[in-house]
């Protein structure tokens, strides 16, 4: 059974930080992309990092500089570090995994439940 999940959400003041985590099972880890997405209330699902299994990371320009995704394929866990954190950035954060990264979040295979985080001006 694949799962997912995703910790070190919370609340904190803009230009603040916070670190997610996310512990993975039940699937070849190492052969799969890992991404994190987000969603706001009234908005559609994001795309905020992502990294694949030859370790090429990519980002939402909207986080570029601010945001570092990696991962430990031995421990099966991904990390998103959240620097000078904005009150757009607020959100539900998501956990994913799909064999190839695509763009289309649609169509990734495996989710966790979600982290939120709330970022106060």
């Known amino acids: 059974q694949v799962t997912l999940m995703e910790s070190g959400g919370g609340s904190v003041e803009a230009g603040g930080s916070l670190s997610l985590s996310c512990a993975a099972s039940g699937f070849s880890f190492r052969g799969y992309c890992m991404g994190w997405f987000r969603q706001a209330p009234g908005r559609e699902r994001e795309e905020v990092a992502t990294i694949d299994r030859d370790d090429y990371v990519r980002y939402a320009d909207s986080v570029k500089g601010r945001f570092t995704i990696s991962k430990d394929s031995d421990k099966s866990t991904m990390n998103l570090q959240m620097n000078n954190l904005l009150p757009e950035d607020t959100a539900m954060y998501y956990c994913?995994?799909?064999?190839?990264?695509?763009?289309?979040?649609?169509?990734?295979?495996?989710w966790g439940r979600g982290t939120q985080v709330t970022v106060s001006s």
């Open positions: 994913a995994a799909e064999l190839v990264c695509y763009s289309d979040s649609s169509v990734w295979d495996y």
